[in-house]
């Protein structure tokens, strides 16, 4: 600041210089590479901090599972803060690796880059004050809390907001919005992979001329090709100014907020005394990156050559019973219908997906049973949730409509928030062969089409990440996409992101777990396996 | 926030509720009464949390003052936090009561109730990255510093700024303010004892629509009656809206911002999780205080009785060596001039005032010596500083212009920073009289009148506060400000603020401490006594 001279000296050509922007809230793991790769993938876009939960890991890892992602994000010029994950497992039906109490937070939670607690998504147990999550809440009281409340409104807000959690990522809607920060929350504007209707709202927030000082930006979850395609926190900026936000606010929206409501001191600005990281952009309407300075030096595509272990805990974690082809039976008779021989139709709940989005439908259809076991057909496929952390030997079985996999299997490990392997197919030969081409790769995505592999990303780090190069990251998903077509998975939804979010019991309307059927309305089985 | 019923309704009648207002910056000790005393006085106003730096006991009690204030301020409904003394002493040059260094506040920094390291007067150590000064700041890195840089611009700003200190509350222009903010600092404007043009500077950013979000406000000293005739926090909130400031902003000043610089929890606003701490105002134009609720209680007169020990570390702090009427000799000798029997004139340097400032002039004036020895008259009187603390038998001795003392002396042992004990008068036994007249109560003010003692305001803590009740303090000021008249003190300043300023050598031109006579301008002794 001021007229200095020095040995390197850098003309910025009339170009925009601002604060590095930051990620207020990510789940780095949701990239499916290492916090080391994700940095290559965001620095480039002007992201130089990222507040991450580590939410994935700790529900295969535990505490470790932390640790790991802790020392694998140590000394990058990509700053990586973190939130100690609240909710593992995220709910008390979940069979995840790990179980994490307050009192396996402590030592973490004195770790300088450890900044508050993370997403506190379980607000039942929180407003009715349930005592191991009053022990968190009271672990890190004095801290950020960060909130996890869609749609959560009123007296339930407001004790929600008593029991500790100050920010919100989850607003949907303008009057959302308006309440939270009207209790005190600041909200967390998200763009990540999901379409969700941020335009609509920076819009109205802009219209309504809303202080933006309690606002800033996250991506929750982006995936790399996503991020390599629009942008990141740079493309949520653009958005904001697009709709109308005055660009001096989205910077500090980007940057400045985020920076303050986490308490990240000396960042968040370009004064004396703050880290000189700082961003080059060729305006404030598109937000494209000219260079980018890191701590004071010009970030390169070899500044995050630094060499990370890969700690041992989070190797090997893919730990199943072992498995036959008869424990894919699903009879009729787990819903109490009788056994018969032949062939003929049973009125059986069926997870029917709905097009474009995460949601489900519990759906009561006829479909094909010969001696009494279910005959996938082109309209009906197999589901299976195979428990892989402790060789319980559990494995739930449904049935799913809507996703149309013909003579194949398609296998994921990455499946929230237990992370449990979870296999869609149309046989259980197939099935079978994806569930071994996973558990030999550690954990990742399979698609089997009639005996054969034809595309697998090994994710070995906690059968959630990889450190493989980028490029060869990219490849494997786009191969993985097209051989998920090719077994008949339809256009329009993104079939390994509906895999993965199968298994998650608190998505309506209808899941499966490592132990049956779950109904997400009212929060018990429809069956067991 | 929502409908509710419990047992205690009040019905607020339209009134504007409020957080409770914050003075980000306050050295109690100046109002001369006890934290106690002092939250009696304030809390009225709306002021419901104060941060306060022990500066002034410090430099008396060293940190055992500062516990005191600590357990002093424990348990009422007025929060006194703490911002760790930087600078005691004040200068090299000052002898006080002793010196703090980084190894000493070690203990005192990890209290819940102290933020961060108190103004950074030293701003010279500081640029110049001196040793015992770096680590005071290295010790409160990462944690709230707060600068006092009056005029302080460009690169030593700069330099200032990467050392530590994030706050100023000493501008007194619009583009000290606009370079500041520009630095990265928070903004504290003050409105205390002084007049300093607050008006003026506060119409400037309204017109220039400054963003406030980093301003807030502070009184650093204003004394009980001001505050009981004009307000306090609410006083500069009302000045701020007359000036042009939106009343939301400068309600935001006068409490939100000021919490989220100090890193208050759960303070600063009205919303679920928050503290109860809420003060009722009839509008936000007059800042009018109709009810003051803390934690949720009503404030009453009696919500302050809390029985506050006075901890015997700052009771009986006056440790002079003996004193005996010829030490008040002021010799022609200590400028080199050469003794002479009988009346006649010394070129003598002299310390002279300036109406209705603090600020003196160094002037040499021709003055009536007889046997080698100054004799005031009614145009110079003689100032005297005794060191106080450790016993040194340290007396400095000068001359006075502008202040006009006639058979008579005043006296005082709140005295920056050092606090020894300042005496000006017109002859000897009157200044003596005074000096005992204080030593006999612990310090404080005394007047005397031709061998009569006419008023007294005894501050036996410290020397610098008295827990007698408000109402005592207030009736003996007043007749402290008589009897200062009556011995011949001009209107137009107040005689005992003058006096307690007149030995602090930094601010220009000239100061007498218990050496002698101090250039401040140079840095250096006129003459030592």
Redesign the interface.
């Known amino acids: 600041?001021?007229e200095?001279s020095c040995e390197n000296e850098y003309d910025a050509k009339g170009a925009y210089l601002c604060p590095g922007f930051i990620d207020a809230h990510v789940h780095i793991e949701s990239s499916m590479v290492t916090p080391n790769s994700y940095a290559r993938v965001v620095l480039p876009q002007g992201t130089t901090a990222v507040i991450a939960d580590p939410h994935e890991i700790a529900n295969v890892c535990g505490t470790e599972g932390i640790w790991a992602m802790y020392k694998m994000s140590n000394m990058m010029p990509l700053w990586v803060y973190f939130m100690m994950p609240s909710c593992v497992p995220a709910t008390p039906f979940d069979h995840a690796g790990a179980s994490i109490y307050a009192d396996d937070m402590k030592q973490l939670a004195q770790k300088s880059r450890m900044l508050g607690l993370g997403e506190v998504m379980d607000y039942v147990s929180t407003t009715n004050g349930e005592e191991t999550m009053l022990d968190k809440l009271t672990l890190f009281d004095?801290r950020v809390i960060d909130g996890h409340a869609p749609l959560v409104s009123?007296?339930e807000?407001?004790?929600y907001?008593?029991?500790?959690p100050?920010t919100d990522h989850e607003c949907s809607c303008f009057d959302e919005v308006l309440e939270k920060l009207?209790?005190?929350m600041s909200i967390l504007l998200r763009v990540g992979s999901a379409a969700n209707g941020m335009e609509e709202l920076l819009c109205a927030i802009a219209d309504a001329k809303l202080p933006t000082?309690n606002m800033m930006f996250c991506t929750d979850d982006k995936h790399i090709e996503n991020i390599l395609r629009e942008g990141h926190i740079n493309y949520i900026a653009k958005l904001a100014v697009k709709c109308g936000i005055d660009p001096i606010d989205a910077v500090c929206m980007a940057s400045y907020n985020a920076a303050?409501t986490y308490?990240l001191?000396r960042q968040g600005?370009i004064?004396?005394?703050?880290r000189a990281t700082m961003v080059l952009f060729d305006n404030l309407r598109d937000f494209n990156v000219i260079d980018v300075f890191a701590m004071g030096k010009r970030y390169t595509d070899r500044s995050c050559d630094i060499g990370h272990i890969l700690p041992a805990d989070v190797l090997n974690t893919v730990n199943m019973a072992p498995l036959t082809k008869e424990r894919f039976s699903l009879k009729a008779s787990v819903i109490g219908a009788s056994e018969n021989n032949g062939d003929y139709t049973v009125k059986f709940p069926v997870i029917k997906t709905v097009p474009g989005q995460l949601v489900t439908k519990l759906v009561y259809e006829d479909v094909h049973f010969r001696d009494s076991e279910f005959v996938p057909d082109r309209r009906f496929d197999k589901l299976a949730v195979i428990e892989r952390h402790h060789a319980t030997g559990n494995i739930g079985l449904g049935i799913v409509e809507g996703l149309c996999i013909e003579r194949g299997a398609i296998a994921a490990s990455v499946t929230h928030d237990a992370h449990n392997i979870v296999v869609l197919g149309e046989n259980n030969d197939d099935m079978m062969l994806a569930v071994e081409a996973l558990k030999e790769c550690g954990g990742g995505f399979a698609v089997v089409h009639q005996s054969i592999v034809l595309a697998r990303l090994p994710l070995p780090i906690a059968g959630l990440m990889t450190d493989a190069p980028i490029e060869e990251v990219l490849r494997k998903q786009r191969a993985l996409i097209d051989a998920a077509r090719l077994v008949g998975a339809p256009e329009g939804s993104d079939p390994l992101i509906l895999l993965s979010f199968l298994a998650l019991p608190v998505i309506p309307e209808v899941r499966l777990t490592d132990e049956g059927l779950f109904n997400v309305t009212n929060m018990s089985y429809i069956y067991k396996n």
């Open positions: 600041m001021g200095y004095g009123g007296k807000l407001n004790a907001c008593v029991a500790g100050g009207r209790a005190g000082k303050r308490g001191k600005a004064a004396p005394g703050y």
